[in-house]
């Protein structure tokens, strides 16, 4: 019997997801990725395989003013400027892929804010 990890199960449930979800050039994929410090947003056209946006609080000017790269705050920051920078691009709408993460928390965050700044999903 082999343990598997929370990363493992959570890879399983986002192949899952992938399977059905696919980002086009019309409505690309928001993807959403969550480390231990930091909180992750691209926006990735699936058909040419290219990001199109992406914004992170590894960037100082997201994380500048911030207690912790990890909070929903930050989360919440990182969200309304993926969905800024989209604008810009002429993005409306996007599918938001979770990343097989549960939708609370930070995930729910980024995604209320990005919802905020004017993106549709």
Do not use: C, W
């Not at 990725?33 to 926006?43: D, E, G, K, P, T």
């Not at 395989?49 to 609080?57: D, E, L, R």
């Not at 990890?70 to 993005?91: D, L």
């Amino acid at each position: 019997m082999t343990l598997k990890s929370r990363n493992q199960f959570r890879l399983r449930r986002h192949e899952r997801i992938r399977k059905q979800m696919s980002g086009t050039a019309q409505r690309p994929r928001l993807s959403v990725f969550r480390s231990l410090h930091h909180v992750y947003a691209q926006i990735i056209d699936d058909a040419s395989g290219h990001t199109i946006v992406a914004a992170s609080t590894r960037e100082k000017s997201v994380a500048e003013g911030l207690a912790s790269g990890s909070s929903a705050a930050a989360a919440g920051r990182v969200g309304t400027i993926v969905a800024q920078r989209a604008k810009e691009k002429g993005i409306k709408a996007v599918v938001f892929d979770r990343g097989g993460y549960k939708y609370h928390g930070r995930i729910k965050a980024l995604a209320d804010a990005a919802r905020g700044a004017g993106l549709e999903f």
